[in-house]
């Protein structure tokens, strides 16, 4: 079946450095891609939707200029968390839909990335 | 976007049948009904999805009430490997948000 990969799969950084997540869906193009973050025992929070060759669609209360999302590929989206602070510690997630399908085609998501800010 | 009201948690025993519920009164006409899971720690996987008429795969069926108010999933014999968050979602191609989800337990 598909496969939507991301990488790291686990990323430690210190508190005011920038850590980039990718998501790669392997064997499809992905018009639109979405990325999520998710706190222990909690559900997944979608923070923005990424088509694309255009700006990131950012969910009410995501900043976007801290949470920077680049689509330049129909195979690959990076979110980049800049300055990172220990409240951005949390599960990432993102997924992705084969293009053309819209409502009527199923989701992939990747392994998420753990962040943990020191 | 339409809401979504599940359980929040249900338990079964081993290789009994079980019938998750979802309702979404508020659905529109052309959202899917989409069926997700997750393990802790893993990223969500596809179940199932379906429109308007009930439907099967290897993993589970989809029954859709005939006003498309509410739908059920439903693992025809749970095993431990079951044992995950279920999620499900209307969804028509934009936005795709997660509810709070049933947290199923399978009893050994």
């Known amino acids: 079946g598909a496969v939507v990969s991301q990488h790291p799969s686990r990323v430690i950084c210190k508190s005011g450095t920038s850590v980039k997540i990718e998501c790669r869906s392997l064997?499809?193009?992905?018009?639109?891609m979405f990325w999520y973050r998710q706190f222990p025992k909690q559900s997944l929070m979608l923070m923005a939707t990424?088509?694309?060759?255009?700006?990131?669609?950012?969910e009410q209360g995501v900043e976007k200029d801290k949470f920077l999302i680049n689509h330049a590929s129909l195979t690959l989206s990076t979110l980049t968390v800049t300055s990172a602070h220990p409240e951005d510690s949390s599960f990432y997630i993102c997924?992705?839909?084969?293009?053309?399908?819209?409502?009527?085609?199923?989701?992939?998501f990747g392994e998420g990335s753990r962040l943990t800010v020191l | 976007d339409a809401k979504t009201t599940q359980p929040n948690s249900m338990e079964s025993n081993e290789e009994e049948p079980v019938h998750l519920p979802c309702n979404h009164s508020?659905?529109?006409?052309?959202?899917?009904i989409h069926w997700y899971r997750q393990l802790p720690s893993q990223g969500p996987e596809y179940v199932i999805h379906?429109?308007?008429s009930n439907v099967n795969n290897r993993m589970a069926s989809l029954a859709i009430a005939e006003d498309r108010k509410s739908s059920t999933l439903i693992l025809h014999r749970a095993t431990l490997r079951d044992a995950a968050v279920y999620y499900c979602?209307?969804?028509?191609?934009?936005?795709?948000?997660f509810g709070t989800g049933t947290s199923l337990t399978v009893i050994p």
């Open positions: 997924s992705a839909r084969p293009s053309g399908l819209a409502g009527a085609g199923e989701l992939f």
């Open positions: 064997d499809f193009q992905a018009t639109t």
């Open positions: 990424s088509n694309e060759g255009s700006k990131a669609t950012y």
């Open positions: 508020t659905i529109s006409g052309t959202d899917y």
């Open positions: 379906g429109l308007t």
């Open positions: 979602i209307p969804f028509t191609g934009n936005q795709f948000y």
